[in-house]
């Protein structure tokens, strides 16, 4: 799970996470998280975003409030992150246990030419967290802490931040769905069955 | 009300904040998330005493329109109630409504429209219900009480039937503007 760098590779962390994900529903940051989560496995329950930065965690927010026996996963990066920090109070008080963020950190804004984010530079996004209330919150550097990580995403004692520190280096493309309808109406699909297209 | 507080409130014999929240219970919205605004006080009162409601204080306005979303995916019906400098904050989470057809509903009370006080408030005031409808936003203003809850209503209808942003500017005729007690 090593990259030469000695740093986490950014898709065996993904597929590591996402493996035996049950029922749990992840949305994924724009750019190299959206890539990710499609490249270890299309799947209904993802909702790979192409844009709205900053917003990531706030629908995890949402569809964990609405879905309080689900288990939401919003995985994003560092830049993603920094835009929406402000997010972190506002779900430390709503206190959903079944969400859990994880910025899969590579110190750099990967998609715009690697240029260094605030993290490549100190600012301590755990530190953030914690801060704002989190009742777990994880640094995560080596291989053999991603199982931890695993577990608490998944042990609903939440809400759940973790900083996952990766190799800088960009992966190759995969791209989700392009239509961001279809995504949505398929998550809604799974989480609400056919209902999902008649409610009003 | 305090004669000194910033922002107004409406007075107290107004029902439209009443009627408002009979809108948002009718409709069974289940999340509200909010950056407080004195002309909403009283309908924020409303929803935080309200177990069937989930009251979300916001950090910054474009916070909800995520939230709306991520509420959408999981079956429950939002909207977002701020002031009008808050919708500046709002407008490239927008394209979330437009790339996935999510419905977005904004409910807005208006400040630098009507009798204003406080120049701050004039720059987004008057460019509210242009940047609105610039991101593609269906804007329908209420300025007379009787007006406010016909509108809300039109504004929530229209966002779950056609999945897409809509919003309600409540105008300041109808809040009353703040003088500083210098009226």
Redesign the interface.
């Known amino acids: 799970m090593l990259a030469a760098s000695g740093r986490l590779d950014r898709r065996e962390l993904t597929r590591a996470l996402l493996a035996d994900r049950g029922e749990m529903?992840v949305?994924a940051g724009l750019g190299a998280p959206a890539w990710d989560i499609t490249a270890v496995g299309d799947h209904p329950l993802n909702?790979p975003l192409?844009?709205?930065?900053?917003?990531?965690?706030?629908?995890?927010?949402?569809?964990?409030?609405?879905?309080p026996k689900?288990r939401v996963l919003v995985l994003t990066g560092d830049g993603e992150m920094l835009m929406?920090l402000?997010?972190l109070?506002?779900i430390a008080?709503?206190r959903p246990r079944n969400l859990a963020i994880v910025v899969q950190d590579n110190e750099h804004y990967g998609e715009t030419g690697m240029q260094e984010t605030a993290t490549r530079h100190g600012v301590d996004l755990v530190a953030m967290a914690k801060g704002a209330g989190f009742p777990r919150t994880m640094l995560v550097t080596a291989p053999e802490e991603v199982p931890a990580l695993k577990a608490a995403i998944h042990a609903g004692e939440g809400p759940v931040f973790a900083v996952a520190k990766i190799d800088a280096a960009s992966k190759p493309l995969v791209l989700p769905p392009r239509d961001?309808?279809i995504?949505?109406?398929r998550?809604?699909e799974a989480?609400?069955g056919p209902a999902?297209h008649h409610?009003? | 009300m305090d004669p000194h507080a910033i922002d107004k409130a409406p007075d107290a014999a107004a029902s439209w904040p009443d009627q408002i929240y009979d809108v948002l219970k009718r409709h069974e919205i289940?999340?509200v998330a909010l950056v407080p605004d004195a002309g909403h006080s009283r309908l924020i009162k409303r929803c935080l005493a309200d177990h069937g409601i989930?009251v979300?204080?916001?950090?910054?306005e474009?916070?909800?329109?995520?939230?709306?979303?991520?509420?959408?995916?999981?079956?429950?019906k939002?909207v977002l109630l701020m002031q009008s400098s808050g919708v500046g904050n709002c407008i490239?989470?927008l394209?979330?409504s437009h790339?996935?057809?999510?419905p977005m509903p904004m409910l807005v009370t208006m400040r630098g429209d009507f009798g204003e006080f406080n120049s701050a408030q004039v720059p987004m005031g008057a460019a509210t219900q242009a940047v609105l409808e610039a991101m593609g936003t269906l804007v329908r203003r209420a300025d007379r009480p009787e007006d406010v809850a016909p509108t809300v209503e039109a504004t929530i209808r229209m966002a779950?039937?056609t999945f897409r942003p809509t919003a309600a500017l409540i105008g300041q005729r109808v809040i009353g503007a703040k003088t500083f007690g210098k009226d």
């Not at chain 1, 192409?50 to 569809?63: E, Q, R, S, T």
């Open positions: 529903a949305i909702l192409w844009g709205g930065m900053g917003g990531a965690a706030m629908i995890g927010l949402g569809l964990a409030l609405a879905q689900r929406g402000g997010a109070a506002t008080v709503q961001g309808a995504i949505q109406a998550m809604r989480i609400l999902a409610q009003l | 289940r999340q989930k979300i204080t916001l950090t910054t474009e916070e909800g329109i995520a939230l709306i979303q991520g509420a959408w995916l999981g079956g429950e939002a490239n989470m394209s979330l790339i996935h057809r999510c779950f039937n």
